[in-house]
């Protein structure tokens, strides 16, 4: 990466006896005093490649300015243009669009000298497309990266995990207005509640969420081979290899949010409808004895989402069969680590793209499921 600064200015400004600007200095993606967290494809040259949402890269630095370089694999548009988080110190100081292609982008400026921990976040998720980091340029220097966060933590689940449409806020009146279809500039990994949930507990957050997936069966009707357990170690969800090495990150704590999409498969009326509930619940079962076999030591919280409610569709209790079916599976496991647990249902606006939560909802949610952590579930 060629980030060059025009060196020969500061001589120039200190001979004219101005200050002169803090010099800008070029890292590559590989650089040891940065931090990689989450699943990322190391096999592509000139720095990582990576599809889910909120791989992020994480550094300390003694800087006044931080710029990114990417190569934004997606193809463009409204659904397939990615976008990062430049966070400075727990505040996000940038919302940066990638285009298709290698790209240099401004990411904060006129930070206050001194040192500043930076975490560079990709906001949307693989639906948009997969990104490679291309490394970094910073006026002013590269330092020790921090501690690690002692605690670890995984959010698997679907688009509403990815945090899909959260950064809208769309009022209903007359019930069809949330329906907008998926824009990537709307989706921010960093309000959904599993970034949330790991702020609050110091940890290291590794999300792995897929949009239209589901536990047994996809919002399109697709079960064997498609359904998220088969996609679950894949770095690109379309893609069959390369897989992550579940070795890599062992957390204490998975939070599984999958099971809404499951029960919004259309039938031959237009109306959505229930999944077979032994298969259903025997198909999460098996995902969860592959995650006891991954992580031996984790705690497991078998979650049902928000979305769901028993006023529609109309006379099909979509929302008790779900939590009947989710806790009887649990109860079936035997696994005194693994745990039931239900948000509460979304009942009025205003609501994000396509019925999703909003970023307030996500806060709600993140409260209620961290008070049920810290009341139940030690780790």
């Known amino acids: 990466m060629n980030l060059s600064r025009i060196p020969w200015l500061l001589?120039?400004?200190v001979m004219a006896g101005c200050e002169p600007f803090d010099p800008w200095f070029d890292y590559a993606a590989d650089d040891k005093k940065l931090q990689h967290v989450g699943r990322m494809d190391w096999s592509t040259p000139d720095g990582p490649t990576y599809a889910h949402s909120g791989v992020t890269v994480r550094f300390r630095c003694n800087c006044t300015g931080v710029d990114v370089a990417f190569a934004d694999n997606g193809t463009g548009g409204d659904e397939h243009t990615n976008w990062v988080n430049v966070i400075v110190d727990g505040k996000t100081e940038a919302k940066v669009q990638l285009k298709p292609g290698s790209n240099i982008i401004r990411g904060a400026r006129n930070l206050k000298k001194g040192e500043h921990t930076v975490e560079i976040v990709k906001r949307t998720e693989p639906y948009a497309g997969s990104i490679q980091f291309l490394g970094l340029s910073l006026q002013g220097v590269l330092l020790d990266p921090p501690p690690w966060p002692e605690k670890k933590m995984e959010f698997i689940g679907d688009s509403i995990t990815c945090g899909?449409?959260?950064e809208v806020r769309i009022y209903a009146p007359t019930y069809t207005e949330p329906n907008t279809g998926y824009h990537s500039k709307n989706e921010d990994i960093s309000q959904a509640y599993g970034t949330l949930i790991g702020r609050r507990f110091n940890a290291e957050v590794v999300t792995t969420c897929i949009s239209g997936t589901g536990i047994y069966r996809n919002l399109d009707g697709s079960t064997e081979g498609r359904a998220f357990p088969y996609l679950y170690k894949r770095i690109y969800p379309d893609q069959e290899a390369p897989l992550f090495d579940t070795s890599l990150f062992?957390?204490?704590l998975i939070v599984i949010n999958l099971g809404n999409n499951d029960f919004n498969v259309l039938d031959d009326t237009?109306?959505?409808?229930?999944?077979?509930?032994d298969e259903f619940k025997l198909a999460y079962a098996r995902f969860i004895w592959d995650l006891r076999?991954?992580?031996p030591h984790a705690k497991i919280?078998?979650?049902v989402g928000p979305m769901m409610n028993d006023n529609y569709p109309e006379g099909r209790k979509h929302w008790t069969k779900m939590?009947?079916?989710?806790?009887?599976?649990?109860?079936?496991?035997?696994d005194p680590n693994v745990y039931y647990f239900a948000y509460t249902p979304i009942v009025g606006d205003p609501y994000g793209e396509d019925w999703h939560p909003t970023a307030e909802s996500h806060a709600q949610m993140a409260q209620e499921l961290s008070d049920f952590i810290e009341k139940h579930v030690p780790f």
Do not use: H
């Open 270 to 277: 237009g109306i959505p409808s229930a999944p077979p509930a």
């Open 301 to 303: 919280i078998a979650s």
């Open 11 to 13: 001589p120039v400004l």
């Open 250 to 252: 062992a957390p204490d």
């Open 323 to 334: 939590q009947t079916w989710v806790s009887e599976m649990v109860a079936f496991l035997e």
């Open 293 to 295: 076999a991954m992580y």
């Open 164 to 166: 899909y449409g959260d």
